[in-house]
T-cell receptor, first 111, second 115 residues
């Protein structure tokens, strides 16, 4: 069974801090990995997608890295803002059409 | 663009009742998915449809049925609701088979309570 783990489950930081969210997966034979943001009562929004052949992707203040050999991905958020407060989930794709999700890290950025 | 639209947003059922959750996307996506989200457990795949006319079971299909009505619409049916099916249900879609275009797009969810 494919497992995707996100630690910590919750994180609280002061505004302006740089932070790293972690995602680990048990099987390194992935097709791609996505990071999502979920606001309370809302659906998920895709932030970054990394193909298995890539090492990282960047979008604005967000940078996602992928290390397949160690089964890990990190999402780096630079200069955090209160508007970044949300739950962040990672999802790994193994076979043709199935995505496996972690349970998420709930981020609170304090003003 | 509407994206992925789910109805209803909220629903309360009694044990044994049936209902259908509706999902429609207007992005001409091939693949559609139904997930449930429970506290501390992430999203779990119930059923998916790789293309119009095909459906496959995911991790937790028991107690559910699906219909891919056409390319736009993918419905999820609970024939006899149980309290264990209390959850938030999400529909998602994506393009199929296009490297680099595998972003999943989600609806806003249906919060279902079974009493």
């Amino acid at each position: 069974k494919q497992e995707v783990t996100q630690i910590p489950a919750a994180l609280s930081v002061p505004e302006g801090e740089n932070l790293v969210l972690n995602c680990s997966f048990t099987d390194s034979a992935i097709y791609n990995l996505q990071w999502f943001r979920q606001d309370p009562g809302k659906g998920l929004t895709s932030l970054l997608l990394i193909q298995s052949s890539q090492r990282e992707q960047t979008s604005g203040r967000l940078n996602a890295s992928l290390d397949k050999s160690s089964g890990r991905s990190t999402l780096y958020i630079a200069a955090s803002q209160p508007g970044d407060s949300a739950t962040y989930l990672c999802a790994v794709k193994y076979n043709f059409n199935k995505f496996y999700f972690g349970s998420g890290t709930k981020l609170n950025v304090k003003p | 663009n509407a994206g992925v639209t789910q109805t209803p947003k909220f629903q309360v059922l009694k044990t044994g009742q049936s209902m259908t959750l509706q999902c429609a996307q207007d992005m001409n996506h091939n693949s559609m998915y139904w997930y449930r989200q429970d506290p501390g457990m992430g999203l779990r795949l119930i059923y998916y449809s790789a293309s119009e006319g095909t459906t496959d079971k995911g991790e937790v299909p028991n107690g559910y049925n699906v219909s891919r009505l056409n390319k736009r619409e993918f419905s999820l049916r609970l024939e006899s609701a149980a309290p264990s099916q209390t959850s938030v249900y999400f529909c998602a879609s994506k393009l199929q088979g296009t490297i680099g275009n595998e972003k999943l797009f989600f609806g806003s969810g249906t919060q279902l309570s079974v009493l």
